[in-house]
């Protein structure tokens, strides 16, 4: 009998750390799900994104949950749940961020990239090469925008073809991993209890915190933190929780 009902794992960093250990983790989902289990990628990455690496590595999945916990989709790709951030703090956000230098903006609605004409918008993502601007544009959005959004930094793994850079995520307040897991155990009607995270980054922390749950031996030390156990890989995650 499996320990935990539902596992959300985080992809680049947890269940993508190189090409060697992506088959094991993808038959472990698999027998996972087959023991009755449901699996669920929840990533920064938006919903196109995701879908292509789904495709490539034929990842069995019950849902996703794309571009920080803005957004859920079922097996279908059919969107069950959203959290934008509105017009007005869209456009106030997007005015601040011009005002810096050395900077690189996207925006995302609930499929991809989009062009911005002053919209609600599910993700806004800053780029730059400057770690310590990343940081300040960070602390400036959570504290301008505190009750409307939340921002995080997060600086590139091995996954990314070019590591110079960081990016600033920035969501609905109401967003978030951990708030997203929240919205769909709740429609599911699993108790929290049964409930397993797996992540590795600065994103993942809310949800590794609030669920007890589990981290990367290749995480970043804040994910480590507050992990209750770490493991080599998602693989080994699913054969402990499977016992």
């Given at each position: 009998m499996i320990k935990k009902q539902i596992v959300f794992?985080?992809?680049?960093?947890?269940?993508?750390?190189?090409?060697?250990?992506?088959?094991?983790?993808?038959?472990?989902?698999?027998?996972y799900r087959n023991c009755g289990g449901e699996?669920?990628?929840v990533t920064g990455r938006s919903k196109t994104s995701v879908s292509n690496v789904i495709k490539q590595y034929n990842i069995p999945y019950d849902y996703i949950i794309p571009n920080n916990g803005a957004v859920v989709f079922n097996s279908d790709m059919e969107k069950i749940y959203e959290q934008a951030i509105?017009?007005?703090?869209?456009?106030?956000i997007v005015e601040y961020v011009k005002t810096k230098e050395n900077i690189e903006i996207f925006f995302y609605?609930?499929?991809?990239?989009?062009?911005?004409?002053?919209?609600?918008?599910?993700?806004?993502?800053?780029?730059?090469?400057?770690?310590?601007?990343?940081?300040?544009?960070?602390?400036?959005?959570?504290?301008?925008?505190?009750?409307?959004?939340?921002?995080?930094?997060?600086?590139?793994?091995?996954?990314?073809d070019n590591h110079d850079f960081v990016i600033v995520d920035v969501v609905s307040k109401d967003a978030g991993k951990d708030?997203?897991?929240?919205k769909l155990i709740e429609m599911l009607k699993i108790d929290k209890k049964y409930v397993a995270t797996i992540g590795d980054g600065r994103n993942d922390i809310s949800m590794i915190k609030e669920?007890?749950?589990?981290?990367?031996?290749?995480?970043?030390?804040g994910a480590k933190e507050v992990a209750s156990m770490?493991?080599?890989?998602?693989?080994?995650?699913?054969?402990?929780?499977?016992?």
């Open positions: 794992s985080d992809y680049d960093g947890t269940i993508y750390i190189t090409e060697e250990n992506m088959k094991r983790n993808v038959k472990a989902i698999e027998e699996f669920v990628i509105s017009k007005d703090i869209s456009s106030k609605d609930d499929e991809d990239k989009v062009e911005y004409h002053n919209q609600e918008l599910l993700k806004l993502r800053i780029r730059t090469s400057d770690y310590e601007l990343a940081q300040t544009i960070e602390d400036e959005i959570n504290s301008m925008f505190k009750d409307d959004v939340r921002a995080h930094s997060a600086f590139p793994g091995m996954y990314y708030n997203a897991i929240k669920y007890n749950g589990f981290s990367m031996m290749t995480a970043e030390e770490i493991f080599e890989n998602v693989a080994d995650v699913l054969d402990y929780i499977g016992k």
